[in-house]
């Protein structure tokens, strides 16, 4: 099993989610914000998730409250902000920090697996991973860029990217 099928974090209403129930599958991690400029990036990951879960592809949305306190919210204001405003049906996770010594370890080991310009730390939020079918980390994409720009990368992946 590899680090990030090892891995658990907890979803939004608080239960326990073993990173190994997305093994088989292409993976992007996104650290997200509901009053963040790059908010309308949901309505994208949304997208890219319905186009491509019958692939394989599915979309983790890890809340964070650490840039420019952009997630002040509790679970169900995530909530009402994912589903009612941007339709989101991908899964989301309990409000995390991803810096910093209180890091979640899942956000621990994409930093330390695909280091940044930043290096070992986020920049923003809506910083994105991709992972493989096989667990192993692919691609990191900057808060700036948007979810389509990222669909060659998530195609080849789904496409090169054996099952198991």
């Known amino acids: 099993m590899t680090p990030f099928h090892q891995l658990t974090a907890t979803s939004l ?4 989610v073993p990173m190994a129930d997305y093994a088989g599958k292409v993976v992007l991690v996104v650290n997200t914000a509901s009053h963040c400029g790059f908010t309308p990036q949901y309505a994208g990951l949304e997208a890219l998730y319905k186009k491509y879960a019958d692939q394989g592809l599915v ?12 997630e002040p919210g509790g679970a169900d204001d995530i909530a009402q902000t994912c589903h009612i405003n941007y339709g989101v049906s991908f899964p989301m996770f309990g409000k995390i920090e991803v810096n910093g010594a209180a890091a979640h370890p899942l956000f621990r080991y994409l930093k330390d697996a695909l280091p940044g310009v930043l290096g070992g730390r ?7 991973f991709l992972i493989g079918r096989n667990g192993k980390p ?10 389509q720009k990222m669909e060659a990368a998530i195609l080849a992946a789904l496409e090169t990217d054996a099952k198991p």
């Open 13 to 16: 209403r608080g239960q326990p």
């Open 59 to 70: 979309v983790l949305g890890f809340p964070c409250n650490q840039f420019g306190k952009q």
């Open 122 to 128: 986020i920049k923003w939020n809506f910083t994105k």
């Open 138 to 147: 692919l691609r990191r994409f900057a808060p700036i860029t948007p979810p």
